[in-house]
């Protein structure tokens, strides 16, 4: 064998045994006549020693290694003197006697940082990303997805869903994010598009009575992209026959706490809460709540209607509203930190802050000479506010207010210290809107997709008031993010054409890009829903970082670029010749 061990495996027990390991040198030490050496695998770390009683030709190549030269050493274990041994190695009680050494490979010195807890510029560790797969950090990010992927699969198996595999060539769909399309050699003037998500695929599955379907499954979106957003992403699809939202969000709960407890070591209370979109919105200023801490929003528009401060005033006239939040004395503000929030709430096009400190005998703060003693006491019943804190009052539009006091709430849970990354606070979030109007295409949108189905007592209203209708749709938030998310399907055929015509498809429209989809539904589809959850995100969560990039192999740049291999690159004439392309 190349190796009778690995560098993570020998202990005490193991003294006297002749071993053979392999890996990488991670650290040399010269002490007069000996040398040490650490050596490395994917498994952990051994300590050899080179004494001077060593064979000449194991001292000569242990005397010209350097860092990552790749070795292959042969010795006899033995236990370390109690004062000598390493307490944060899980081999720290032995050590091996060289008796042969072999270098397998020499190595140049590396470009990026290795050692735990280093880092190296963004650029750098992307283009070397193979070498930063040897720090602990990206190594035991690694694993631990692998064992997330595990629990998984084990999970769904033991519900009694079955693996399918979908296709990543399908037909284009232009509608929702752009499509990366792939032309067809064999078909000139033809493209496939890569899957961006299997929606209609396991709707398929359904209709055709495989009951209960999963697969971990690679995604591709040519959209904009964001620090924490890639290309191509993986989801974990589920898709279930003949159930309601509660055995879908089941299915979802009962997984997503055995992760915690196996892959992130919590156990969370079950059930998970819920909160309708509605109150998400206004308690939290957020369809994602993150309730590892208080702070809640509250409309306090009618409180401050006859306000004569103008701000307030105004707002309220044209329609819009004032929201406040009640921050504890025990969180104390200085003037600049007062003065910083409008910078946390103009990204969403609010004006600024307003404020004032709930004060005895009287209240200060530029807000608190525009509040009667009637306004002071009714806001501190419907806040909360008590003597020694802070009032923050933000106002506008609906649209602007709401996720205004949802960032300025993020803020202050950052900024007092309120949200503990090592805590975690799952919350169910449901019946969204099905429809948002775009004023600027002048029609409606799906909010979540197309073939999400209305709740039931709401389907009268997609004729008369589509704005009001709900739709029968689901999210598990979880310290602010989205974990996954999922809806009952649309399974009767009238009520999907009627969807179609809302969002301005016609019925010619809808069979010329649906239509073999829309035939399926009238040969008895089944009631049917089911989840998408992101696989890097989850992934990141649970091992409480703040990138999906610390957990994907080999992710992509924001720009979408590979910087290790150079993608992407510009082809060969003859190549786009066979495709029938021609660049312009």
């Known amino acids: 064998m190349m190796r009778t061990h690995t560098c993570g495996e020998l202990r005490a027990a193991h003294a006297g045994t002749t071993v053979t390991l392999c890996g990488w040198v991670q650290n040399r030490r010269d002490h007069g006549g000996l040398t040490f050496v650490d050596l490395r695998d994917r498994h952990g770390v051994t300590q050899f020693v080179v004494e001077p009683d060593a064979p000449q030709a194991a001292r000569d190549e242990a005397a010209k290694v350097r860092l990552e030269w790749v070795v292959r050493i042969t010795g006899v274990v033995r236990a370390r003197p109690t004062e000598s041994r390493n307490k944060d190695r899980a081999t720290g009680e032995v050590e091996i006697v060289v008796t042969a050494f072999e270098v397998l490979n020499a190595a140049e010195p590396v470009p990026v940082a290795l050692a735990a807890g280093e880092r190296s510029g963004e650029d750098q560790e992307l283009k070397y990303r193979y070498l930063v797969f040897r720090r602990p950090e990206m190594r035991e990010a690694l694993l631990r997805r692998a064992r997330m992927n595990h629990v998984v699969r084990d999970h769904m198996v033991t519900r009694g869903f079955t693996e399918v595999e979908t296709p990543s060539l399908l037909r284009s769909t232009p509608e929702g994010a752009r499509d990366y399309l792939v032309p067809s050699r064999v078909h000139p003037g033809s493209f496939y598009a890569l899957l961006q998500s299997p929606q209609l695929l396991k709707q398929l599955l359904m209709i055709g009575g495989m009951d209960r379907y999963w697969q971990i499954v690679r995604c591709f979106r040519d959209e904009d992209l964001r620090a924490d957003r890639q290309p191509e992403f993986t989801q974990l699809d589920v898709e279930m026959s003949f159930c309601d939202e509660s055995d879908v969000q089941d299915v979802a709960e009962t997984l997503v706490h055995r992760l915690l407890k196996e892959i992130a070591g919590v156990d969370v209370p079950r059930p998970f809460p819920h909160v309708t979109f509605s109150d998400a919105m206004e308690r939290f200023g957020s369809d994602k709540p993150d309730l590892r801490f208080g702070l809640e929003v509250r409309d306090v528009s009618e409180i401050v ?280």
């Open 305 to 584: 209607r006859e306000s004569p401060f103008v701000v307030f005033h105004d707002v309220v006239a044209a329609g819009g509203v004032v929201r406040a939040i009640a921050v504890p004395a025990k969180h104390a503000f200085t003037r600049k930190d007062l003065d910083s929030l409008r910078t946390v709430v103009a990204d969403r096009g609010a004006k600024g802050v307003a404020w004032c400190r709930i004060a005895e005998p009287d209240w200060t703060g530029p807000a608190a000479k525009h509040l009667s003693p009637a306004m002071r006491a009714a806001l501190v019943q419907a806040t909360g506010a008590e003597t020694g804190g802070t009032l923050l009052f933000v106002a506008g539009t609906r649209e602007i207010a709401i996720p205004a006091t949802g960032d300025l709430r993020l803020h202050l849970g950052s900024h007092f210290g309120l949200r503990d990354p090592k805590s975690f606070a799952p919350v169910w979030v449901d019946q969204f809107p099905l429809l948002e109007w775009d004023a600027d295409g002048k029609r409606w949108n799906a909010c979540h997709h197309p073939f999400t189905a209305p709740l039931a007592e709401d389907v009268a209203l997609l004729a008369s008031d589509p704005g009001k209708v709900r739709a029968r749709a689901y999210d598990l938030a979880m310290n602010g993010l989205e974990l996954l998310g999922g809806s009952i399907r649309i399974h009767q055929p009238e009520i999907q054409a009627s969807m179609f015509r809302l969002l301005g498809i016609s019925d010619e429209e809808a069979q010329a890009r649906f239509g073999w989809f829309v035939e399926a539904l009238r040969y008895g589809a089944p009631p049917h829903g089911g989840f998408a959850a992101g696989m890097d995100r989850l992934a990141a969560v649970l091992a409480g970082l703040t990138s999906i990039r610390d957990v994907i192999a080999f992710p992509k740049t924001a720009a979408a670029t590979d910087l290790m291999t150079g993608a992407p690159s510009t082809v060969d004439g003859k190549q786009l010749a066979e495709l029938g392309i021609r660049l312009v």
